[in-house]
């Protein structure tokens, strides 16, 4: 903070374009410049440093009439020998920081470029640029050098310098060339498939290719309209801006056809540049370019730094290579017009990697047709192609693929791109795919190279199982969610593909897919080759691991497509593929996650293979497995936001089955008892009081999985008894059932969030009551402690409940609104044993009970299978400090809820079984005291709190604050203490925390009185907080005593409390997002044990009635408060510029807990806690507390109503799902024939 005080000190006296302040003078200018900034530590210097020293080095440069600058930094160059230029270069190559970096780099090329501005001739131009990059490349020259002297070890400071020099290097080629520019790039020679654009608005269109740029597109928009490219803006049809000039088309998903809109906008009030552009200096042609500059005169440096052993450095030299024009050299292949024959094997070598892959790159180029080939483009391709085959140029690409090491089991991203090319090409010269038809063999180089077709077969397998084994060929996590894509039983919902493919992954893919076109089309040609693959060793492992063990989602998903497309082909390969698939779905385990194409690829051949390759006993023995293998299957997890794709994939394979073995039907759905498992134990079986939680009822619980049980409903339903036994069971199911007392009734609106978690409806203004709540009840032990409490209104529900069982009370006859009731509405029926009574006028005192209230809240939180509940019980029964109930239209401060609930509570406690467990979980004692400097008395006093009040303003982190809450106060001077042993002495006075409670709540005072306004105002600074672990060790007495110690030199006393006493994380945070006048308020609050076993815990957030997951990394945009960075559209400017500004939502109050939690000893205060540190229940600690485990606390009346009515909604929420109409067949069978 000082170094950064100390540079905005010097930018004061500086003004650009006007005089600077009188005590800064040319001579105290120079000597800053020359003298002091040249021996600052440049690595460690942040944005307020680097804007220094622009400021400086425009004012120095312009006291000598070599620059000229505006007040907003524009600048024109008079002198291309600026002075100072090496200070820019060592922050760009030296800084750290990644934006200093970064803004470091925009200022030096918008140096460059006012250089090149003032050039009046081509040889002027290529001089100023040839002097610009050999800069940057003897500096690459240096470090390589330095690299090499080490051994080939690349240092961080070194790895810095080149990382920075590239992205200079690229950041000149990218924006110092016209966008419009048809040079054609090595790393983007194709242009991808032609596409018409279509411009209404002015009655035109303009051909473009799918892989050319927006920038390219707007200068053929311009010149279809005769308007200048910058006064364009483009917009498609969905209103998106295409902003990014290098974007390509076919990424913004412009396509053949699409409309766009185009609006002319000319800035009149933009002043023209004094200096026209260097891009429309008439003399620059492409030789000018910059690519072309570093093409071919810098390429073989470049091309060295591939050897390096950083990755990064590697891909990104690469990336580089990939923008500049295709090398002279390495593109001068031996062509058709040579007169000896070319020697293939010198120029396609496997030995090199990178060269190899850049050749390979080269002759796709030559011999593959695009899209948007001409005629005449693609005839000249074919015969480069034919005099490449006949020169033996794909011989040796073939003897490259299967003898070289590229296969080997560690390869890195580059020899997988080298491999799955040369497998591209392999199949392109050899295969030509037709749509519906057998594969035709375009040229047999292959097939005569390697002329055994067991060893083909073998080779080819062998690739697909080494790369489909490899590492980094995927994880679990690609698939752990994808579905079941069936061809005929398709789940309602598109098919998930997990997490984004890496680039191995998709070199993977590649390489499995090209390997098995070319493995299709020999067998689909030659039944030798087709006989080999069936009797090649282990085929049976090769197909089961291919398209169902192997962890990348995209490697089977194209083996399962392969193997089905041969298939299709060959009757004889779909009979031995459908037994195959028979085999391997004996075997197939129920906890499975990859298995989603097998079952894709099994039910294709069960709807396509020839209904008689199974004899009847086969038939009935595979529909035999597949009923015992559905009936032990396990219930899905409630909440779970994946379905278990085995399940799935059984039922789409046993609905297809059924479908071909149709005489089946009665045997499966009657005899099998498979119309009663599927309909109640599968699909309309619910939870109960006494079998509830993550497994519970009924089996199939996601969309999916729900969606292909209903399908198998269906496919039985079209056999006449199963037609009657299901009609017969939907009638009882939906006459059993009251009708909804509301319009347009759709209880799916009302289902339990996929969190587990249930929310609170907001009566109007009570988020602040809500969000506390949410709080409160994620701290296991208070939920318990809650649940637990024992209070005189329990005895009277026990009465009401034996009372009403026996008929005889009136007030057992009435129903109590529960709090899902405004959502579901009353329920209604008979009364039943344990439903809890209305208040009247003498329950008052039972039903007026907050505590109650509070319980109840807390039980529905625990058990109500809804999304929400409602507060209106809690809201009336809460009295403020006149008595009246509170009113949830008027908005209060959180914090001021809180103390007066806890007094609330405190008071209710008093008579119970738990007086005191308020004190144990959350309160925390601060002490304040005078202490004498000048003899040994010292005065005290402690006070016990439920929260600490932390001062947000003018602070930047919580640090901060806890330093300014224990900061001493000097009582000296006129202010002496006085002693009553010895009279006025000087003194500290201070205020510590004494003793800590596991949970540590920690208020932000974010609202002040506005003196000057005269009125409330909310403080929005940015405050930081840690978020892994909170040490308050510092901020207590034993932190003072030990810091003073340390300042003194004493003794460091011995510690009161072990370490973990005072280490807490951050568990919860309550944010208020709005003004002191008006806000809302919501909570982000994370597991303190995971709702699922194994799993690690998670954030959700908590607004009103909603409970999403939520990022923990988003904590310091939607917590700390502060500033933001928004873009806003400029009408004047015509285009979006980036604004500051505040937000308005930040943290209001923090919760901490303890990350090892201390057990207070029975018979001592809390501020006597032993120093032996246990932890709190450990069985529940570490076991499934989110459900079952604190069931048992809740009073047993309140808990059979809460789950009356949660199996009341869950019947409903059955009956009005959407796929249920799916459980009546279409076609109805015969079932009075005579009519």
């Not at 927006?214 to 928009?221: A, D, P």
């Not at 609106?749 to 409160?776: D, F, H, I, W």
């Amino acid at each position: 903070d000082e170094v950064e005080f100390g540079y905005r000190f010097l930018d004061q006296p500086i003004s650009i374009g006007m005089n600077r302040d009188h005590w800064l003078t040319d001579e105290g200018l120079e000597h800053i410049f020359f003298n002091k900034f040249p021996t600052v530590n440049l690595a460690p210097i942040s944005n307020v440093a680097l804007n220094t020293f622009r400021l400086y080095f425009v004012e120095v440069n312009r006291t000598k009439n070599k620059i000229f600058s505006d007040d907003k930094l524009n600048i024109t160059v008079f002198d291309n020998n600026v002075i100072g230029l090496d200070l820019i270069w060592n922050i760009v190559l030296e800084a750290t920081n990644k934006l200093v970096g970064k803004h470091a780099i925009l200022f030096l090329t918008k140096i460059q470029r006012s250089i090149e501005n003032e050039a009046s001739s081509k040889e002027q131009i290529l001089e100023i640029r040839h002097r610009f990059l050999n800069g940057i490349f003897q500096e690459l020259n240096s470090s390589h050098s330095k690299i090499e002297a080490n051994g080939g070890s690349v240092t961080k400071p070194l790895k810095l310098r080149i990382q920075r020099c590239l992205n200079v290097l690229n950041k000149y080629i990218n924006e110092f060339e016209p966008i419009s520019s048809v040079l054609k790039k090595h790393g983007s020679t194709k242009r991808g498939r032609p596409i018409k654009v279509d411009v209404p608005i002015f009655q035109t269109s303009v051909d473009s290719f799918s892989k050319e740029t927006v920038g390219v597109l707007r200068q053929k928009i311009a010149t279809a309209i005769n308007e200048l490219p910058q006064n364009i803006r483009i917009f498609t049809t969905t209103g998106t801006e295409l902003k990014v000039l290098t974007q390509q088309l076919q990424s913004v998903f412009v396509h053949s056809g699409a409309r766009v809109t185009v609006n002319c906008v000319r800035l009149l009030n933009r002043k023209a540049s004094t200096a026209p552009s260097i891009m429309n200096k008439p003399f620059i042609d492409e030789s000018c370019y910059p690519s072309v500059i570093v093409a071919n005169n810098y390429f073989n440096f470049l091309f060295q730094f591939l050897s390096l052993s950083d990755n990064f450095l590697r891909q990104t030299v690469w990336d580089l290579l990939m923008i500049l024009p295709t090398n002279q050299q390495m593109s001068h292949l031996p062509s058709s017009s040579s007169a000896s024959a070319p020697n293939w094997s010198e120029t396609l070598v496997a030995n090199n990697t990178f060269k190899l892959l850049y050749t390979l790159q080269i002759v796709e180029f030559m011999a593959l047709e695009n899209d948007g080939d001409s005629a005449a483009e693609k005839e000249a391709k074919q015969a480069w192609r034919s005099w490449f085959i006949s020169t033996k140029g794909f011989r040796q690409i073939i003897h490259v693929s299967f003898s070289s090491a590229l296969l080997a089991t560690e390869q890195d991203e580059f020899q997988k791109r080298c491999f799955s090319l040369l497998m591209k090409l392999i199949r392109k010269f050899s295969i030509k795919d037709v749509e519906k038809e057998l594969p035709q063999i375009i040229d047999d180089s292959l097939f005569t190279a390697v002329n055994d077709p067991k060893l083909l077969i073998s080779q080819l397998l062998n690739i697909v199982s080494q790369t489909s084994n490899s590492p980094g060929s995927g994880s679990l996590s690609d698939s752990s969610s994808s579905s079941s894509s069936s061809a005929s039983n398709a789940p309602p919902i598109p098919p998930r593909f997990g997490q984004p493919q890496s680039q191995i992954q998709k070199y993977n893919a590649s390489i499995v897919k090209h390997t098995l076109h070319i493995l299709v089309a020999a067998c689909a040609l030659n039944q030798d080759y087709l006989m080999a693959l069936i009797q090649a060793d282990n085929i049976y492992d090769f197909i089961s691991n291919a398209v169902v063990h192997t962890s990348a989602l995209h490697i089977r998903r194209a083996s399962s497509n392969h193997f089905h497309r041969l298939s299709q082909m060959n009757e004889s390969f779909q009979k031995f593929l459908f037994r195959t698939c028979i085999q391997i779905y004996q075997t197939i385990s129920p906890d499975i996650v990859t298995a989603d194409d097998f079952f894709d690829l099994f039910d294709r051949l069960t709807l396509e293979t020839d209904a008689k390759t199974l004899s009847e006993a086969e038939v009935l023995d595979l529909c035999n497995l597949t009923i015992s293998k559905l009936k032990s299957q396990p219930a899905e997890s409630r909440g779970s936001s994946s379905y278990n794709s085995v399940f799935v994939g059984i039922l789409c394979v046993f609905k297809t089955f059924l479908g071909r073995y149709e005489h089946l039907k009665h045997y499966v759905g009657q005899t099998a008892g498979m119309i009663q498992e599927i309909y109640q134990n599968f699909l309309f079986d619910i939870p109960s009081a006494e079998n509830h939680g993550l497994d519970a009822p009924p089996k199939c619980k996601s969309k999916v999985t729900r969606y292909s049980a209903f399908q198998v409903l269906v496919e039985l339903g079209s056999e006449r008894t199963n037609f009657l036994d299901l009609v017969s069971r939907l009638v009882h199911h939906h006459t059993s059932q009251s009708e909804p007392d509301t319009f347009n009734f759709s209880p799916q609106g009302l289902e339990k969030s996929p969190t587990g978690y249930v929310g609170l409806r907001n009566l109007g203004a009570t988020c602040y009551m809500n969000s506390l709540m949410q709080q409160l009840y994620m701290i296991p032990n208070f939920r318990k402690a809650v649940l637990s409490t024992t209070t005189d209104y329990k005895d009277f529900l026990a009465q009401c409940s034996i009372s009403s069982a026996s008929g005889g009370s009136d007030t057992a006859q009435q129903h109590l609104t529960s709090p899902t009731a405004a959502a579901a509405g009353p329920i209604v029926g008979p009364v039943h044993e344990g439903v809890l009574p209305l208040a009247n006028s003498e329950d008052d005192k039972f039903f007026d009970n907050t505590m109650f209230q509070f319980q109840k809240i807390f039980s529905y939180l625990q058990e109500s299978e809804m999304k929400y509940i409602d507060t209106q019980g809690f809201c009336k029964s809460y009295k403020d400090y006149d008595d009246q109930p509170v009113d949830p239209r008027v908005q209060m401060d959180a914090d001021e809820f809180f103390n007066m609930f806890f007094d609330k509570i405190e008071t209710h406690l008093r008579d119970t079984n738990q007086p005191n467990f308020l004190k144990e979980l959350f309160e925390s004692q601060s002490t304040s005291f005078i202490e004498s400097e000048n003899c040994a008395h010292r005065s005290e006093r402690t006070e016990n709190h439920f929260t600490i009040g932390l001062t947000v303003k003018g602070k930047q982190s919580l640090l901060e604050s806890l330093e300014l809450h224990i900061e001493g106060d000097h009582l000296n001077g006129d202010n002496k203490y006085k002693c009553e042993e010895c009279g006025y002495v000087d003194a500290v006075k201070r205020t510590c925390v004494k003793t800590l409670p596991n949970n540590l709540i920690i208020h932000l005072r974010r609202f002040e009185y506005d003196v000057e306004l005269q009125r409330r105002a909310k403080v929005n600074d940015r405050i930081t907080f840690p978020i892994d672990k909170l040490n308050m060790e510092p901020y207590t007495m034993e932190g003072i005593r030990r810091r003073e110690a340390e300042r003194k030199g004493l003794p460091i006393p011995d510690p009161v409390h072990p370490a973990s006493y005072y280490e807490y994380e951050l568990a919860g945070i309550l944010v208020h997002s709005g003004t002191a006048d008006s806000g809302h308020y919501y909570s982000f609050i994370k597991e303190r044990v995971p709702r699922h076993p194994g799993q690690p815990r998670k954030w959700y957030q908590f607004n009103d009635t909603v409970v999403e997951p939520f990022d923990p990394e988003e904590i310091p945009t939607c917590c700390f408060g502060g500033f933001e960075e928004a873009q806003v559209y400029d009408a004047t400017l015509g285009r979006f510029t980036t604004q500051t500004r505040q937000r308005i939502d930040s943290a209001y109050m923090l919760i901490y807990q303890r990350i090892v939690p201390i057990q207070p000893a029975p018979s001592l205060s809390l501020s006597e806690v032993t120093e032996s540190v246990a932890m709190i229940d450990v069985s529940e600690q570490e076991g499934d507390q989110s459900h079952m485990d604190y069931s048992k606390y809740i009073d047993p009346v309140v808990y059979k109503q809460v789950w009356r009515e949660n199996m009341k909604y869950l019947r409903e929420k059955d009956i009005f799902e959407t796929d249920t109409s799916a459980s009546c067949p279409s076609n109805l069978p015969p079932l009075f024939p005579s009519l």
